[in-house]
């Protein structure tokens, strides 16, 4: 929400946007490349009681942080941990995800 610091959502907005995409079975993603390093650790998912899909920290790997490859590794290592936990539960989810996602474009397409 901009690109000359953190302008904070208005109160309920991002609750009610995670409740639509539940409601509505799609991927509730949350881009952090500004506030992830800007508001308390977590980022704003945090600060607001989110629960994302998926979450975008780009800045500090695309400024080049000296920690920039170990963070890289760790997120890697991390994402890979927690969508294998369950049986591999995350991937199915994703691959669900992306089945659902493909039928729906080709109903539009054929409509």
Same mark, same amino acid.
């Given at each position: ?5 953190? %302008?904070?959502?208005?109160?309920? *907005?991002?609750?009610? /946007? =995670? #409740?639509?995409?539940? +409601? @509505?079975?799609?991927?509730? @993603?949350?881009? #952090? ?10 980022? !704003? !998912?945090?600060?607001?009681?989110? =629960?994302?899909? %998926?979450?975008? @920290?780009?800045?500090?790997?695309? *400024?080049?942080?000296?920690? +920039?490859? $170990?963070?890289?590794? *760790?997120? +890697?290592?991390?994402?890979? #941990? #927690? ?5 591999? +539960? ?9 089945? =659902?996602? !493909?039928? $729906?474009?080709? =109903?539009? /397409? $054929?409509?």
């Amino acid at each position: 929400m901009c690109n000359m610091g953190v %302008i904070p959502p208005k109160p309920g *907005y991002l609750k009610h /946007a =995670q #409740e639509l995409c539940r +409601a @509505y079975n799609v991927l509730f @993603y949350l881009d #952090e490349t500004v506030t992830g390093f800007r508001v308390p650790p977590g980022g !704003a !998912a945090t600060l607001y009681g989110l =629960q994302p899909d %998926i979450v975008t @920290y780009g800045k500090v790997l695309h *400024y080049g942080s000296h920690n +920039a490859p $170990r963070l890289g590794l *760790y997120t +890697a290592k991390t994402m890979l #941990e #927690e969508m294998s936990r369950d049986s591999f +539960a995350g991937f199915h989810k994703l691959s669900v995800i992306g089945e =659902q996602i !493909a039928k $729906r474009l080709n =109903q539009v /397409a $054929r409509d």
